[in-house]
């Protein structure tokens, strides 16, 4: 998105928003428009849209960074649906077809079974158990998911240099402990 593209849609946030202190100055501007430049100016334009026929108070960032992720991903399943799909395709594949039942599922769901163990749901005798730890699992996972969805790709690789960074920092320490 271009940046006059960006003040065009921060013209029509103003006719709406009228508090003084909403985007009060060209720094506020410029500080949001490098907040949102990765997103789409057709996808940014219709979450900002969104949210002016929703909400009475003004948009963060934070929120158009989420609608915007909705918008273009759709809704994650939540975790019900998830572990309906787990139980079909274990009635379906069963405990021999853990690959073909793993490659039924949706992309959060496969990894809590995973974690839990296709063969090991597939005999438990504690379905309750196994549900509750599903449900823990999924919501863990699809928050770290929608968490990662909302940065940008620079913030991301930036957060990355940083952790590599860091390990390697701590690892020459473990390095200098050792003689």
């Keep these: 998105m271009e ?9 029509g946030m103003r006719a709406v928003y009228t508090q003084p202190n909403f985007l009060p100055d060209e720094f506020a501007i410029k500080m949001w428009y490098r907040l949102l430049q990765d997103i789409p100016y057709d996808v940014l334009n219709v979450a900002i849209q969104q949210h002016m026929m929703s909400s ?7 929120e158009l960074r989420e609608l915007s992720t909705t918008m273009v991903q759709g809704k994650p399943k939540d975790w019900g ?21 793993l490659e039924s599922l949706d992309e959060t769901s496969r990894q809590v079974v995973k974690r839990l163990g296709w063969k090991e749901l597939c005999m438990s005798e504690n379905i309750m158990n196994d549900r509750a730890n599903f449900r823990m699992l999924h919501e863990q ?12 790709l620079g913030v991301k690789q930036k ?13 020459a320490i473990a390095e200098k402990s050792k003689m």
Excluded: H
């Design 3 to 11: 940046f006059k593209e960006f003040q065009v849609l921060c013209k």
């Design 159 to 171: 957060a990355n240099n940083l952790l590599g960074a860091f390990n390697d920092g701590l690892m």
């Design 141 to 152: 996972i699809s928050k770290r998911q929608k968490e990662d969805a909302v940065l940008s």
């Design 56 to 62: 009475k108070f003004p948009p963060t960032v934070a």
């Design 81 to 101: 649906d998830g572990w309906e799909s787990v139980l079909k395709a274990i009635r379906e594949y069963g405990y021999y077809r853990e690959t073909e039942g």
